[in-house]
């Protein structure tokens, strides 16, 4: 079984340190890094080819977090990539997937994504 390589790119070294130990225990995951969030990591992932990024930010999410994470989804539009802020237990999850065409499809991804958003509110 091939293993899945995650890019990590982290804010806060303890944070770093726990989600490193946390993904580099589950033996189908091998971690890439831990980098630091700066205009050096759309570099390493060309150099490191992983199948996910996972970038762990704090709760302030600096000007240079939304850069990045603009510039990974610019360069590498079919890469997953998930954020995590742990101080309010948040997750987002972009993905670029391409999916077929038609009116059927698209109303029920827009219904989808507005009744993902109502649960979130409740």
């Known amino acids: ?21 946390t993904l580099g225990s ?24 992983p199948d996910m990024v996972l970038i762990a930010e704090s709760l302030k999410r600096t000007e240079r977090v939304v850069k990045v994470t603009a510039r990974i989804l610019a360069n590498f539009p079919d890469l997953p990539m998930i954020r995590v802020t742990l101080e309010n237990n948040l997750m987002r999850f972009y993905s670029a997937q391409t999916m077929p065409a038609s009116s059927d499809d698209l109303m029920t991804l827009i219904h989808s994504a507005i009744e993902i958003d109502r649960q979130e509110l409740e």
């Open 1 to 21: 079984m091939r293993k899945r390589r995650v890019a990590l790119l982290c804010a806060r070294q303890l944070l770093c340190e726990s989600l490193q130990h």
């Open 26 to 49: 589950d033996p189908t995951i091998e971690v890439l890094g831990p980098w630091a969030i700066d205009d050096h990591a759309a570099a390493r992932i060309t150099q490191s080819s």
